[in-house]
């Protein structure tokens, strides 16, 4: 297969699963206290480059099709594309990989669902608990599913993640 078929796939399936798993979980997925299961997938770009438009592509169609509207549709989408840039940055510090998906969604998300959307707790209380829902699915499944992919060689092959990219 040659690398940009490779490339196109790896980001067609990662998207697709984002958005599924985001869809499938509807209830915990949206809404100022969320446990994005999903987001737990934002580590991939620090093995997987492909991961970066696709990640941006299964929020996107996540957010359109079950989202808060137009606001969570642009920034929710344009958040997950700069976190993936930033975890592809940082993919040679395990521990750090999940830490932009959290900063940013927390910030940006958190910010404008409590502004639109729920002012039913303190901004800082919302901000807290939306970080809390996102920390718990990036570092608590995430950061495993890292471990586990970057010790398995056949994943890694199956995957068609290169030794370097490690």
């Known amino acids: 297969m040659k690398i940009k078929t490779r490339f196109l796939v790896q980001s067609a399936l990662i998207g697709a699963v984002y958005a599924s798993l985001t869809l499938l979980l509807h209830p915990i997925s949206f809404g100022i206290i969320q446990f994005r ?10 093995l997987i480059p492909a991961a970066i438009p696709g990640l941006f592509v299964g929020c996107l169609l996540a957010n359109l099709l079950g989202g808060f509207g137009w606001m969570d549709i642009v920034f929710g989408s344009l958040t997950t594309l700069a ?21 940013l969604n927390t910030i940006v998300v958190g ?3 409590w502004l639109v959307f729920d002012k039913t707790f303190p901004y800082g209380l919302s901000l807290l608990w939306f970080g809390i829902g996102e920390a718990g699915a990036c570092f608590l499944l995430g950061l495993p599913l890292l471990w ?4 398995s ?12 990219a490690q």
């Open 111 to 113: 910010s404008y669902i």
């Open 83 to 103: 976190a993936a840039v930033l975890t592809w940055r940082l993919r040679r510090h395990f521990w750090l990989v999940p830490v932009p998906p959290v900063v």
């Open 148 to 151: 586990f992919i970057r010790r």
């Open 153 to 164: 060689g056949p994943l890694q092959h199956a995957l068609g993640i290169q030794k370097a």
């Open 37 to 46: 299961v999903s987001e737990a997938l934002t580590i991939l770009p620090a």
